[in-house]
C-alpha cells in the first residue's frame, strides 16, 4: 500500500504544573485551541480527534475523554477515539492520528492527550498509576511505579557500576532546561548534592529522581506533506512513527537493565526514516524516574549499554551537548501528566525543528525524535521527525 508522507501543521501546550485554576476541559481548551490557531484552521476542518488519556477516570471521575475533547473544541460530529496505553496513550494517540493521514482515509487530523492528576492525593494517584503494571503480580503485592523502576535502577548499578550521581545528574540537566522552558511545572534548578539528599521514595530513588504528579494538555494538528504548507510555513514531517511491546511483568522480562520494546521500535524507526542512532541530535525521551532516561540513550542506540551515566555527567546531554535530551526539561522537570507526555514530546520536538524555542533552541536542529513509554516498558512509542524544506 502506498502510504502518503504525514506533516505536523499545528501544535499547542497548557502549563503544565498542578493546575487548580483549570478543569480537564479549560486544560484540553488552552491546548487545542493553540493548536488550531497554529495551524490557522477552525473547528470545522477537522475530520477525527484521537485523545490519549491513561486514567481520567480515577483522576477526575470523567471518561468518554475523546468526545469531550471534540466537544469542548467545537468539533461537528466527527469521529473521536480515546487510547489508553498507560504513559504512552499520547504517544499512541499520534500514531494512530499518523496512520488515519497516511492511509488517506482523512486530511485534518487532531491528536490531543490530557491528564489532571492533583485532585486526588498522591497515594490515590499512585494507585490509579500502578494500574499500567500488573495488578495480580505488581500492584496487588505493594508495588509501585517508583518500586519497579527502583529495581530496574539497582540492577543497572549492579551490572554497570551506574552510581546514584549519575541519576540525579539527569534530574539537575532536565531541571536546568526547564527553568527555560514557560510552561513547565517546575522553575527550579537543583544541584547533585540536592537530588541525593531529597527523600528517598524507593531506594535508590529519591523525591527528585521521580517525574511529579502533574496537570496538563497537549494537542497536534496532522495533515498530508503535500498540502501542509497551506497552514504551516514549516511543516515538520513525520519520518517514522512506531511502536513496540513486552511482557507486562517485570519479573518476565529477559533483562531488567533495559526496555525492550524501546530498542525495537527505535530500530523499527531508524529504517523506516533511513537515519541512524547518531544522525539525532535532539530527542524527547520517557525519563519518569532518572534512570529510566540512562535506559533510554542506551536503548535508543545513542550510547553503549552501560556508558550513558558517564555521558549525562560530563553534560554531553545537556541543551546543545553532544545531543540534547530533553530540552523541554522532560517528565522530570518539564512535568508528567501521564495522558499529554508523548504529545507534549511531539510539540518540543516541532518548536525545536522549526526554530522557535527561544532559549532553549538546539542549534542547526534537523531531525529529532521522541521516545513515549507506557508502565515499566510493556508499551514503547517512538516517532522520528524532521524539516520538510
Ligand atoms: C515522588 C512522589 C511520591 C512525591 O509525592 P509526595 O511525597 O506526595 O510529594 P508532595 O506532593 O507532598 O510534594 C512535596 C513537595 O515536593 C515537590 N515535589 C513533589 N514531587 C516532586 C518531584 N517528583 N520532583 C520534584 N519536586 C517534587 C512538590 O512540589 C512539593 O513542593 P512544595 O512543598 O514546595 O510545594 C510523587 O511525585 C510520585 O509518585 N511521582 C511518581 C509519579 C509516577 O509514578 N508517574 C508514572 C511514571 S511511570
Known amino acids: ?213 502533574s496537570d496538563g494538555a497537549a494537542a497536534l494538528v496532522l495533515a498530508p506533506l503535500e498540502v501542509a504548507k497551506k497552514y504551516n510555513d514549516t511543516p515538520i514531517k513525520i519520518l517514522a512513527s512506531e511502536q513496540a511491546s513486552d511482557t507486562l511483568r517485570l519479573a518476565e522480562r529477559e533483562s531488567l537493565t533495559g526496555i525492550k520494546a524501546t530498542s525495537l521500535a527505535a530500530e523499527k524507526a531508524y529504517k523506516r526514516a533511513k537515519v541512524k542512532a547518531n544522525d539525532i541530535k535532539l530527542a524527547e525521551v520517557h525519563d519518569c524516574f532518572t534512570i529510566a532516561e540512562i535506559m533510554a540513550m542506551e536503548d535508543l542506540g545513542f550510547y553503549e549499554k552501560g556508558k550513558a551515566g558517564k555521558a549525562v555527567l560530563d553534560g554531553e546531554t545537556a541543551l546543545n551537548g553532544k545531543i540534547s535530551i530533553n530540552t523541554s526539561g522532560g517528565l522530570k522537570g518539564c512535568g508528567h501528566p501521564v495522558g499529554a507526555t508523548g504529545v507534549k514530546q511531539a510539540v518540543e520536538v516541532v518548536w525545536q525543528l522549526r526554530g522557535e524555542a527561544g532559549n532553549r533552541q538546539v542549534n542547526g536542529a534537523e531531525i529529532g525524535l521522541t521516545h513515549n513509554v507506557g508502565g515499566s516498558g510493556a508499551t514503547a512509542v517512538v516517532h522520528i521527525f524532521g524539516r520538510s524544506n
Open 1 to 213: 500500500m502506498t502510504m502518503r508522507d504525514v506533516a505536523v501543521v499545528g501544535v499547542g501546550l497548557s502549563k503544565f504544573g498542578e493546575r487548580w485554576d483549570s478543569g480537564l476541559k479549560e486544560l484540553m481548551a488552552e491546548a487545542g485551541v493553540a493548536a488550531l490557531e497554529d495551524a490557522s484552521i477552525t473547528s470545522n476542518d477537522v475530520e477525527m480527534i484521537f485523545g490519549g488519556t491513561m486514567a481520567s477516570g480515577s483522576f477526575t471521575g470523567q471518561e468518554h475523554i475523546a468526545a469531550l475533547m471534540s466537544d469542548q473544541l467545537g468539533f461537528k460530529n466527527i469521529p473521536a477515539v480515546r487510547i489508553e496505553n498507560a504513559c504512552a496513550s499520547g504517544g499512541s494517540a499520534l500514531r494512530l492520528g499518523y496512520m488515519a493521514v497516511a492511509s488517506g482515509i482523512h486530511d485534518i487530523v487532531v491528536v490531543g492527550g490530557v491528564e489532571k492528576m492533583t485532585d486526588v492525593p498522591s497515594a490515590e494517584a499512585g494507585t490509579a498509576l500502578g494500574g499500567a503494571g500488573d495488578q495480580e503480580w505488581e500492584l496487588f503485592q505493594g508495588i509501585t511505579f517508583p518500586g519497579l523502576y527502583a529495581m530496574m535502577a539497582k540492577r543497572h548499578m549492579h551490572e554497570y557500576k551506574t552510581t546514584e550521581e549519575m541519576l540525579a545528574g539527569v534530574a539537575v540537566k532536565n531541571h536546568a532546561n526547564a527553568y527555560l522552558n514557560k510552561y513547565a511545572q517546575f522553575h527550579k534548578k537543583l544541584t547533585i548534592e540536592e537530588v541525593l539528599n531529597s527523600k528517598m521514595v524507593s531506594d535508590p530513588l529519591k523525591l527528585f529522581d521521580c517525574s511529579p504528579i
